[in-house]
């Protein structure tokens, strides 16, 4: 069965020759002869390849290697299979386990040098006369240029074709390890692009916030506690985990507590709000802190030159598969082509007015799709619209 899975790589290599050659796949079948059989073979490799990708998409780790490794062995074709990094030995599947200890000093050049190396003096006999090792193949892991680490292929005889499979096979591991690089930048990025949006959110809110606090604690300690008790509930909400998706209900009560607390620093005469929600849309995934930095935007630029009276409404309807969201407010508006300037130039050193848009637009692109952005009208002395589409379903996006 081994040496099979191993064969169908050749056999999906040489279909793929063939195809490029202008060879029809029956003429293939009938110049190797193996029919049906070489379709399950190629079909086995592949399905082998895709349980090993599912591992090595979370990086090189111990445990991504000892889920990986045994898949590897099975599309080598050979008697053992081991997966290290620079450092250590990350897993080792199949027999002749006895030589492991051995494997770093044999990798070294491989590591250092990055060029795949095959191994036959070197082996030092075990003592196990039925011990399947008896030469190494050993191709370097590489991400983006840098060697990661290393794979290393075990059997009783050199095989020139073993050789070459070892060799794609270590350039599809490295593919695999670059992709979960990828994702585990992406995720940084993200991870990074909520800690700039809370370092925009919590030195304005916290400082207002508590010296709003303080002003009552005489006056109306009644008001004070409820305050201090809403500005702990928008806190703890606040700073939970930045990749968690919540609920549309979940983040409008975060809202809820942050326009009380803003009420009462303005005063509830001159910072009024309305929501309007379809119950239907309440239990709707949506990213964690997407809509909270779009009503703050609209408060901290909506009030400029000291507006008597300022209101904010929020919507959201159901619109089919969607749900459709606005955050709306009759402030001082803007120039749209100095918005659009302010929004393509933006870039978190300067003016600060963009942040929470771009941080929100982007989060939403990133998680449905570049036709999610989001959707501003505005005109000086008109107000600013703010609005978005978050579809009620999609892959991947579930409250946690």
Known sequence: ??????????????????????WSLSALRQRTGRGALADEATFAALHTVS?????????????????????????????????????????????????????????????????????????TGC????????????????IQGRVAGAVAAYAERAR????????????WISGQLELAELDSSKSRLVEAEMRALRAQISPHFVYNSLTTIASFVRTDPERARELVLDFA???????????????????LRSIDRYLLLERARFGEERLRFSVEIAPEVLPVAV???SLQPLVENAIRHGMECGVKSFHVRI?????????????????VGMDPDKLRVLLATDNGSGSQRGIGLLNVDDRLRQVYGDDYGLVIETAVGAGMKVSLRVPKCHTGVSPR
């Open 127 to 142: 003592g196990d006369p039925l011990c399947p090792v008896r030469f190494a193949m050993i191709a370097p892991l590489t």
């Open 1 to 22: 069965m081994l040496a099979t899975s191993a064969d169908a790589v050749l056999v999906a290599a040489a279909a793929l020759t063939a195809g490029a050659t202008g």
């Open 51 to 123: 349980l090993a990708s599912a591992s090595l998409r979370a990086g090189l780790t111990e445990d991504s290697a000892r889920k990986a490794v045994r898949h590897l062995r099975a599309l080598l074709g050979v008697p053992a299979v081991a997966v290290t990094d620079t450092e250590r030995l990350l897993a080792w599947a199949g027999g002749g386990d006895a030589h492991s200890d051995a494997l770093l000093g044999l990798a070294a050049p491989v590591l250092t040098g990055g060029r795949p190396r095959v191994i036959v003096r070197e082996l």
């Open 160 to 171: 020139v074709q073993r050789l070459r499979i070892l060799g794609e096979a270590a350039r």
């Open 287 to 289: 990213p964690f802190l």
């Open 315 to 331: 919507v959201a309807r159901d619109a089919g598969a969607e749900a459709a969201i606005s955050i709306e407010d009759d402030g």
């Open 233 to 251: 509930d928008f806190a703890r909400y606040s700073f939970r985990n930045p990749r968690d998706f919540t609920t549309l209900a979940e983040e």
